[in-house]
């Protein structure tokens, strides 16, 4: 069983910086890919980022594009998600999941990722 474990969300001030962790176990994580996904009250689940394992390639929503960057650690089993000039709108709960296959194809619904954890809270508000 893929098991992952988000961290490092809290409140912050418009404009202002977070980093969340997503920590895995039970798989090798260079053989799956790793999103992020948020889900704020009232709205539809969105991907924000994955992360590939087959070359590392990233993919960005249009809305956090320039401003947020995927990356991981395989010798951790870690995947980050570094936020930066960070607004109201990303007020949401974040969650990290898991595909097989390498690949980040349908990241931005979550289809076909199989774990997810339980989701870590930013709240951006001043």
């Known amino acids: 069983q893929v098991q992952l474990v988000e961290s490092g969300g809290g409140l912050v001030q418009p404009g202002g910086s977070l980093r969340l962790s997503c920590a895995t176990s039970?798989?090798?994580?260079?053989?799956?890919?790793i999103g992020w996904f948020r889900q704020a009250p009232g709205k539809e689940r969105e991907g924000v980022s994955c992360i590939s394992a087959s070359d590392g390639s990233t993919y960005y929503a249009d809305s956090v594009q320039g401003r947020f960057t995927i990356s991981r650690d395989d010798a951790k089993n870690a995947v980050y998600l570094q936020m930066n000039s960070l607004t109201s709108e990303d007020t949401a709960a974040y969650y990290c999941?898991?595909?097989?296959?390498?690949?980040?194809?349908?990241?931005?619904?979550?289809?076909?990722?199989?774990?997810w954890g339980q989701g870590t809270q930013v709240t951006v508000s001043s």
């Open positions: 999941a898991a595909r097989p296959g390498f690949y980040c194809s349908g990241y931005k619904t979550g289809v076909d990722f199989g774990s």
């Open positions: 039970g798989y090798t994580l260079n053989y799956y890919a």
